[in-house]
Nanobody, 123 residues
Framework: QLQLVESGGGLVQPGGSLRLSCAAS????????IGWFRQAPGKEREGVSC????????YYADSVKGRFTISRDAAKNTVYLQMNNLKPEDTGVYYC????????????????WGQGTQVTVSS
């Protein structure tokens, strides 16, 4: 069964950090790019970051550049999103998704999605 499972969300104060994990099972991430998306209440799902399997190239939304870092551990078949200096506007449900080889910021083309993990940034 092909599956993506996110973990690592939680409640954190502004300026704090979290590391999200996206673990794949049933398929190898060697052939899939992974994107992280988030959705705040009443808003559309937006692309936050992604990493391609083809060349390891990465993408970051302007709102998270310099604060978030995406990485991949091939041995664990897992992608991470390190989030530092978190802001209240980073609050939302974070999803990871898989797309063949080359990732992008749009939700289009992503074949598999995780169930999401809640991130709340509040004092």
């Amino acid at each position: 069964q092909l599956q993506l499972v996110e973990s690592g969300g939680g409640l954190v104060q502004p300026g704090g950090s979290l590391r999200l994990s996206c673990a794949a099972s049933g398929f190898t991430l060697d052939y899939y790019g992974i994107g992280w998306f988030r959705q705040a209440p009443g808003k559309e799902r937006e692309g936050v970051s992604c990493i391609s399997s083809s060349d390891g190239s990465t993408y970051y939304a302007d709102s998270v550049k310099g604060r978030f870092t995406i990485s991949r551990d091939a041995a664990k078949n897992t992608v991470y999103l390190q989030m530092n200096n978190l802001k209240p506007e980073d609050t939302g449900v974070y999803y990871c998704a898989a797309v063949p080889y080359v990732c992008g910021s749009s939700v289009k083309g992503y074949d598999y999605w995780g169930q999401g993990t809640q991130v709340t940034v509040s004092s």
